[in-house]
């Protein structure tokens, strides 16, 4: 998998001058590409939850973007996997095999809001929480499948969790803000014959269409997930 460093590098190889973007600049858009990215293709991640006796309610990973499964208990054979409802519902008031999201309380500020289906970093601490129906206690895990953001890199050395065949969405965001940082730049001197800003935007959205067209064929050529079974205590 390509580090930050070879990511930088492959990106300078499509710009029309590799000189006039400091590596902050790139390492920046390499990181906005990715954003952008796991908003089409989020990263499939789990997360072991310990639960505790008495505690039904649990914070989901920061980054969580939507929960796909959630295994309890674990280690059973076949796994044994729970089914989402709402809290007041009859299966969970039943303390059947379900779990329920739980959203954050309503006074966290919205210039702070951390809640999950946002695109967060690591260390925001305000998620969603997840509620099991059935009374858990402790020493018992639950599996939680998630879908999150992909890994945004701060050092050269740094993987990128972008599968490979999928690196060339990432590049061509690149090329696009480039594009983007060049028009701005230009429209910010009024003094600048307007031509020349109005070829600068056209070759910007030419560089935009061409992120969305990459992005596009790679969904096509993306498998669609298989259905999965869902095992109760009394099998299927």
Not at 52 to 67: D, I
Not at 83 to 88: I, M, N, R, T
Not at 122 to 146: I, K
């Amino acid at each position: 998998m390509a580090t930050l460093a070879d990511m930088r590098g492959r990106c300078r190889l499509l710009l029309a001058s590799t000189a006039d973007w400091p590596d902050a600049s790139l390492d920046a858009w390499i990181g906005d590409a990715i954003r952008f990215y796991s908003v089409e293709f989020p990263r499939r991640l789990r997360h072991d939850l310990t639960l505790a006796t008495g505690t039904q309610a649990y914070n989901l990973p920061a980054g969580c973007r939507g929960v796909t499964a959630v295994e309890y208990p674990t280690g059973e054979d076949p796994a044994r996997y729970l089914v989402q409802a709402d809290e007041w519902s009859t299966l969970f008031q039943a303390g059947g095999a379900a779990y329920a999201l739980r959203g954050i309380a309503d006074g966290v500020s919205a210039t702070t809001d951390a809640s999950s289906g946002d695109l967060m970093s690591p260390g925001d601490t305000a998620e969603m929480a997840l509620v099991f129906a059935e009374a858990v206690t402790t020493g018992e895990h639950a599996l939680v499948s998630y879908l999150g953001l992909h890994r945004v890199p701060t050092g050269n050395t740094d993987v990128i969790s972008v599968p490979e065949a999928h690196t060339e969405a990432l590049i061509a965001f690149v090329d696009f803000r480039a594009h983007w940082a060049l028009e701005t730049a230009e429209a910010a001197t009024i003094a600048n014959v307007s031509i020349i800003l109005s070829q600068l935007g056209q070759e910007a959205r030419l560089a935009w269409r061409r992120y969305k067209e990459v992005v596009e064929r790679l969904q096509a050529m993306t498998p669609a997930p298989s259905g999965r079974v869902v095992w109760g205590r009394m099998g299927l």
